[in-house]
């Protein structure tokens, strides 16, 4: 047997293993609720140990704090709610969702996104179809049901083997996952479970919204490129020409009067909103705009800690909500406020199951939290990390490399990060990491394999698309389409990311590398 075809079946049978593992997990919903009750019982083991650290900063002994006895279960029942309420991320991805759900329920992504790809020239059709991936993921599920399909459809029309669009999209759809030009729904999510975990080591310190955009901006040219690449020089030489045929939707594939319409109304609705914004963050002492800067920070008349960074998650719902509404009077698609009620409730009608398991994480973050747990992993961790002498580099691309293998059996980013940041990010922060930093780089792990995890959960669909074209294809027939695409993805955010810290780039707004001193 050939060098490359061992290296494919030893793949594959790894792949294998992950996909019987990951079935054998149960709901993310379910694994909170476990590791909330293994919190309890360990923080009475470790309270018996007397195990203790020193607070690197004030000196101070923390030591274990028991809930298995009656005034744990006590404080349990009664702060059961608050957790709940009170966890960061749940308000954030609610209020976000009113905006961006509207703006999916109104067609305005999806007519978008049929824009971008449809207006491409050929010679940058492939680009087009992956950066259009790379900003689908600012909503929830449209680039998996509307793009990957869409991309298929329109290659088979150009004469190109379809599968080649259809790996193009997911490329960046799922692979792409972190990077955008606009904040989506990721952003709050995150950043709000980074500010609970980081609050274990300064209770004040904030984590904004848009903490990782300067970085995922920039990623989103180098990932759209990378795709293309791999698009062009790996995928489409391997599949060659397609010989079956395929039906194609009209619908999926032209523009109609009305969508343009409304696309109209919708860039003319951007621009006066984004017009609204920079006259509220434009430096104070620009005379020619009268009030402005009214969003800046009042007292130094900075960005940073200012009402603008405070309010990321309100201005994505107001302008999502202002576009929208625009697309739909353009389009024909809202006609008087019920229907827009309506858009917004179903885009809330999707959150049922991530309210849950928002409940179970909430409870176990808090104990987590109350235990000193956290804390004192937090420390010794860092203590053993700090023996070793690495330097930032190496440490973050470790963790990428264990963000990417944890991904391969657990597929919600949220959950994920749930139950990792409260552990990593208070013992990068001992070391002087920023949690921005840690939380950059997870999002690049959790994002290069999502496109070979069967347990992402959209991979089943995928494998649909995949086998209207190739009736016996299955998951190793997606997994062999998309793993070069993870190989050169997670390449190319390496190589991104210690550039970006070896120039000491802030990776977003308020959002340096490191802490003070």
Do not use: C
């Not at 009170?86 to 209020?95: D, E, H, I, N, Y």
């Not at 904004?208 to 995928?235: C, L």
């Not at 955010?493 to 810290?501: E, K, P, V």
């Amino acid at each position: 047997m050939a060098k490359g075809s061992k290296l494919a079946a030893r793949i594959g049978a790894f792949l294998d293993f992950v996909e019987r593992v990951g079935n054998y997990l149960p709901h993310p919903a379910s694994l909170f609720a476990i590791f909330a009750l293994g919190v309890v019982v360990l923080s009475g083991v470790f309270a018996n140990l007397e195990l203790s650290v020193t607070h690197p900063s004030t000196g101070e002994t923390i030591t274990p704090v028991s809930l298995f006895n009656l005034a744990g279960l006590h404080r349990m029942l009664t702060e059961m709610v608050q957790n709940f309420t009170g966890f960061a991320p749940l308000g954030t991805v609610f209020v976000s969702m009113l905006g961006i759900g509207l703006a999916e329920s109104s067609g305005l992504i999806g007519a978008a996104l049929k824009k971008l790809v449809l207006s491409a020239p050929p010679r940058l059709l492939t680009f087009a179809i992956v950066l259009a991936g790379v900003l689908s993921n600012m909503a929830s599920e449209i680039g998996y049901v509307l793009l990957v399909p869409l991309a298929a459809l329109i290659f088979f029309s150009a004469g190109r083997h379809p599968l080649v669009g259809l790996a193009a999209a997911f490329a960046g759809v799922s692979g792409g996952y972190s990077a955008n030009l606009l904040l989506g729904t990721v952003d709050p999510l995150l950043s709000g479970i980074s500010e609970e975990a980081a609050k274990l080591v300064d209770p004040s310190y904030s984590v904004n919204p848009a903490a990782n955009f300067y970085f995922m901006a920039a990623s989103t040219f180098f990932i759209a490129t990378a795709g293309t690449w791999v698009t062009e020089k790996i995928v489409q030489p391997r599949l060659g020409v397609y010989k079956g045929d395929a039906d194609v939707d009209d619908a999926m594939t032209t523009i109609t009067e009305e969508e343009e319409r409304g696309l109209r109304y919708a860039l003319v609705a951007a621009g006066l909103f984004a017009a609204f914004l920079l006259w509220g963050t434009v430096p104070l002492t620009w005379e020619l705009l009268p009030g402005a800067g009214f969003l800046r920070n009042p007292e130094t008349g900075s960005l940073l800690r200012s009402p603008f960074l405070s309010s990321i998650v309100a201005f994505i719902f107001l302008g999502a909500l202002f576009v929208s509404v625009a697309y739909g009077r353009g389009a024909g698609t809202i006609s008087n406020d019920s229907q827009v009620v309506e858009g917004m409730g179903k885009a809330i009608s999707t959150l049922g199951t991530y309210t849950v398991l928002v409940f179970f994480a909430a409870q176990f973050v808090s104990y987590f939290n109350w235990t000193n747990l956290g804390y004192i992993f937090a420390v010794k961790g860092a203590q053993a990390l700090e023996s070793l002498g690495l330097g930032p580099v190496f440490l973050m691309l470790s963790f990428i490399v264990l963000s990417m293998f944890i991904n391969l059996f657990m597929g919600s980013a949220s959950a994920k990060w749930a139950i990792m940041a409260p552990i990593f990010v208070p013992m990068f922060m001992l070391l002087g990491y920023s949690p921005e930093l840690v939380q950059t780089a997870y999002r690049i792990g959790d994002s290069v394999t999502n496109i070979i995890s069967p347990m992402m959960s959209y991979f089943a669909l995928i494998v649909a698309f995949v086998a209207r074209y190739e009736p016996k294809a299955g998951i190793g027939t997606v997994i062999a389409l998309m793993l070069p695409y993870t190989v050169v993805f997670t390449i190319v955010w390496s190589i991104l990311l210690t550039a970006w810290i070896l120039f000491g780039l802030p990776v977003g707004p308020g959002a340096p590398l490191y802490l003070p001193s």
